[in-house]
């Protein structure tokens, strides 16, 4: 069982006192150190991805973090994040929580839900290192507006963006998520993929989830 913290609209696991950015939508991991031991495991780390230090991240997420988790470590493991009770249980043997099933694909390790929006399916990105969601769709801003967001990626730095507040069912599970829209570069990106969005952490709030990305598996 390891501490799980939401500061500032971003989730961090701590392991030995230090904070990490726990990032399903990231496929590299990297950090200060050169190695991390997580849930037993040994795993080599880069000093950076698309050019980006655990300093920068830091910086970026306004706390202070000695890395990122991403898909290719997080893609080993079964979670249950209990956002309510601040913990993470991790595990290399199957674990189980009787929540709503939603199944997951996934595209270079970054896992997929099926989103389902006035009544039409969306096939999104489930990124726990997104503070907000993104709709890639002309009809975002028909939504009651939720204000404007400043987020940040990897690839291209800061980023501004109007939001607005949206009915979003994965599987029987409904949530209103603050919905932004992404800068060109990244929605380019997102397209070529044949993703039209992206579901972040809100989902994690306040409740406990399973996420067992080895069985394609997202329990809410």
């Known amino acids: 069982m390891l501490p799980l913290h939401f500061r500032d609209g971003h989730l961090f696991m701590e392991i030995d006192g230090a904070l990490w950015l726990l990032d399903t939508g990231a496929p590299a991991s990297f950090g200060s150190d050169s190695e991390l031991v997580f849930a037993g495991v040994e795993f080599p780390l880069a000093d950076s991805f698309l050019g980006m230090t655990a300093t920068d991240l830091s910086d970026f997420v306004s706390t202070e973090c000695v890395g990122l988790l991403g898909t290719d470590i997080l893609g080993r493991f079964d979670f ?8 993470a249980e991790v595990s290399s043997e199957n674990l189980e929580y009787d929540g709503q099933p939603v199944s997951l694909d996934e595209f270079m390790g970054v896992p997929i839900v099926s989103a389902r929006i006035r009544g039409v399916d969306y096939r999104m990105f489930f990124d726990t290192g997104a503070q907000i969601s993104y709709f890639q769709n002309d009809s975002l801003a028909t939504y009651p507006p939720a204000g404007e967001v400043t987020d940040f ?6 980023f501004q963006t109007e939001t607005y507040d949206v009915d979003i069912a994965l599987g029987e599970a409904g949530f209103v998520l603050r919905c932004g829209s992404l800068p060109d570069l990244l929605n380019a990106t997102l397209m070529g993929a044949g993703i039209e969005g992206i579901i972040g952490n809100q989902i994690l709030n306040n409740r406990r989830v399973g996420y067992f990305p080895r069985r394609k598996l997202l329990m809410l």
């Open 80 to 87: 249950l994040f209990d956002l309510l009770n601040g913990t």
């Open 153 to 158: 990626h990897m690839s291209i730095g800061r």
